[in-house]
């Protein structure tokens, strides 16, 4: 669908999921572009999130917790461990896993690129009430919660 197409069609006759990849693939050119300087793609900013938000994880569950598999896991944390951004320590506990955690330069990097979202979505927003933002920011955690939990149950089946 062309921009000029979506401009011109009703909403409600959109897909939520359609919307919400029209928005995901915008947001990655954008990071794509943006990111370049630091030497990042967006798949593996979305790999230093999950090492910032539980110290010493291990690659399963950043794959997990990206959604990607374990072989991309691998190839990214390889990657950014070879750009200084984290550093990778056997796991004393269980020796045959790495635990993965952020070098300075990758806490640095993960600042900077937060930075970056934040300016997105300001420009995304621009325009509309913060109020907006925060409801649609709870609407969508409540989907992605749910839409995990359909795919878990489905899982099991």
């Given at each position: 669908m062309s921009f000029d197409e979506l401009k011109k069609t009703d909403?409600?006759?959109l897909p939520i999921g359609k919307l919400i990849s029209i928005i995901a693939k915008s947001q990655t050119i954008f990071l794509n572009h943006n990111l370049k300087d630091f030497g990042i793609s967006?798949?593996?900013l979305h790999v230093l999130f999950e090492i910032y938000n539980q110290a010493d994880i291990n690659q399963e569950?950043?794959?997990n917790g990206c959604n990607i598999n374990k072989g991309a896991v691998a190839r990214n944390i390889k990657k950014l461990e070879?750009?200084?951004f984290?550093?990778?320590?056997?796991d004393e506990n269980n020796r045959r896993q790495n635990k993965v955690s952020l070098t300075s330069k990758g806490s640095e990097t993960l600042n900077k690129s937060i930075s970056i979202l934040y300016q997105w979505e300001d420009?995304?927003?621009?325009g509309?009430?913060?109020?907006q933002k925060e409801q649609l920011q709870i609407a969508l955690k409540d989907l992605a919660i749910k839409s995990i939990q359909l795919n878990q149950r489905g899982e099991k089946q």
């Open positions: 909403a409600s006759s967006p798949t593996q569950k950043i794959a070879d750009g200084g984290v550093k990778r320590e056997i420009e995304v927003f621009s509309n009430e913060m109020k």
